[in-house]
């Protein structure tokens, strides 16, 4: 079997800096001290790797090869010269891993996470459990299994379904979110109630931290219903103001992304019940057209009454995001309207569409809108 | 006491070439009213009609291909012998296409099974296909999780946790046809392209990881098998797996069926 996974006659002759430097374009490769105690564990003859967690105790995070890792030259082959040629491209370089893709500083992010928890609670398995569920083939799972092996991830699940919709698996492991490269998937996932969100290369990613996951949600229509955002399209700005006013004290409906900032709400409770709330690992953010004086107001009343924390709301008032994300850095953040997570990719933010709501029936050039 | 009948409905097949496929009659066909005087359909029904569309796909892109599916019908039941003409008409009835009939006793079935050079026998009973694996008939168990789901391709999953070689301890007796099977699967299905198959074949590995999963595809590949769809459970539950992929039936190296 042909892996191509670290082992400790590689550490110690120094060849991990190349392989560190192939995989590691945008830094997220894991610190050294890592790799050593990786090596140590099989030195002291511990199982080299946990066993991942029941589904059902879980986070359970479902991404496609395409966003993981970088796969765009393999997608021309596919759509220049058909199946058959793809298939037998992937198995000619079965043995060259994949670039990291968009997910890939999220996924490390989740590890790293992972690695806190596994600290102060070794017995639980409340963790995140990250699943690759593709419609590849299964031709191209020893390439990708492969790739896994050499960027070190902990993924040892995995449905490659040759073409077939995955759904069924993902509402079987209760997949609490989905990221994919094509929105037709993703759509098919909201439908079934499963968050989801579709992720696109882009050539500018600023570096993102190593130690803290960050995620940061668009309001309406990805955390909240997309009622007001009905509204706004339908009668104009100030219907919509008079409408928040009118309406404050009454709770917006949930929206896609509601349940994933819960889970992400429940292990951060679990870092501050063990006195770590200043070193939490995960971070979570708010950023909204909605202004903090006035529309605002709702949405955090919202949020409180559910019973969900969020570390940082920025109520931007219809300014553009980019600027503040850039600041923030997310491993991802979650928009409905193209425009935002055009304009968030353009600065480097990583940045993920949700295709849900009233959003969607518009032209996301047309859809600079200023006071969602 | 073993007989043989041919099915003189069905064009025998090429002995040296075709792949031979036992079902138990009792796994085709339901009960039927005394009365009446045909069987219903019992649980294997789809799986026999996805074998026959194999063969009919096989031959239109050759009509002179040899390798195909010989569906040979077993019946041990000593009730349902007594019935054998109605066997035999059901089988026409349903335009099944079954090369023979075998009808034996429980004790030398699988001596039957030998002299007919089965090469999978498919049972819904447990005890039967324990006995036929222990003298080296590659045996799989049907029941309604597999089997009955009506389909367009014939959906055949190995169980990857069989497949990988163990490196120490007695090879199991079916190991050999085991190899020799899942080598004519890959050979029928490179009679194919990828989007006209009759066979779609899936890998699922429950126990391990990933490198398992790695291990169990280098396996099959070496055996010339192209697997379509691959599932890396590790310990997750395999049965939604099952229900989303419907494999007709599963097949590990020794034992094939669903254990635990």
Known sequence: ?372 | MVSTVLNTDVKQKDADHAVVIAVTSRAVFGSGADDDEVYGEGLAFPLLQALQRVNEHLLMNNPAELLLFDIVLLTTDSQQQQQSPRIISSTRHYGLEVGRFCFSSEEDFVENLLKNNVQLFLSTDRNEASQATQRGVLSALLDHQTASCPSEQLKVLFFGDAVIQPDTGPTPPSRQAARSFSAQLGEMQRRFTMSDSPLSIGLVTWRGGRDSCADALHTLRSRGVRVDEAYCLAEAPWGPILSVFRPHFLLSDGFGGLEG
Not at chain 1, 19 to 40: C, H, I, Q
Not at chain 1, 258 to 281: N, S
Request: charged fraction near 25%.
């Open chain 1, 1 to 372: 079997m042909v892996t191509m996974s670290l082992d400790p006659v590689q550490l110690m002759s120094g060849q991990v800096s190349e392989l560190k430097v192939a995989s590691s374009s945008n830094g997220n490769s894991r610190g050294l001290w890592e790799e050593k105690e990786e090596f140590d564990r099989e030195h002291l003859g511990l199982p080299a790797k946990p066993k991942p967690p029941k589904p059902e105790n879980a986070v359970t995070i479902a991404v496609s090869s395409r966003v993981l890792f970088r796969t765009e030259r393999e997608q021309k082959v596919f759509e220049q010269k058909g199946v058959e040629e793809y298939l037998r491209y992937q198995i000619e370089h079965e043995n060259e891993p994949f670039a990291p893709g968009p997910a890939f500083p999220f996924v490390k992010a989740l590890e790293t996470v992972n690695a806190r928890l596994r600290d102060l609670y070794p017995q639980s398995e409340e963790l995140f459990d990250i699943v690759l569920v593709t419609y590849n083939h299964a031709h191209v799972g020893i390439r990708l299994i492969n790739t896994i092996n050499h960027h070190n991830l902990f993924i040892e699940r995995f449905c490659m379904t040759g073409g077939s919709s995955p759904i069924g698996y993902l509402k079987a492991w209760q997949t609490n979110l989905y990221l994919s490269a094509d929105a037709d998937k993703v759509r098919e996932a909201l439908a079934e109630g499963i968050a989801a969100a579709t992720m696109f290369m882009s050539e500018k990613i600023t570096e993102v931290s190593e130690y803290q996951l960050r995620v940061a949600f668009d309001g309406d229509a990805v955390l909240f219903s997309d009622e007001s955002e009905r509204i706004f399209k339908a009668h104009g700005l100030d219907k919509f103001f008079e409408h928040e006013r009118e309406n404050e004290d009454t709770l917006l409906d949930h929206g896609p992304l509601k349940g994933f900032l819960e889970v992400l709400g429940k292990l951060q409770k679990k870092f501050y019940a063990k006195g770590q709330r200043l070193d939490c690992p995960i971070r979570t953010y708010l950023v909204t057209a909605r202004s903090a004086a006035s529309s605002g107001i709702r949405a955090l009343k919202t949020l409180r009454a559910w019973g969900l924390e969020i570390d940082e709301a920025l109520f931007l008032a219809g300014a553009p995001k980019g600027p503040m994300l850039e600041k923030i850095r997310p491993h991802i953040f979650f928009d409905d309207q193209m425009f935002h997570v055009e304009g968030a990719a353009e600065m480097g933010t990583i940045a993920a569409h949700v295709p849900y709501g009233i959003a969607q029936n518009h032209n996301p050039k047309q859809n600079a809108s200023v006071g969602k």
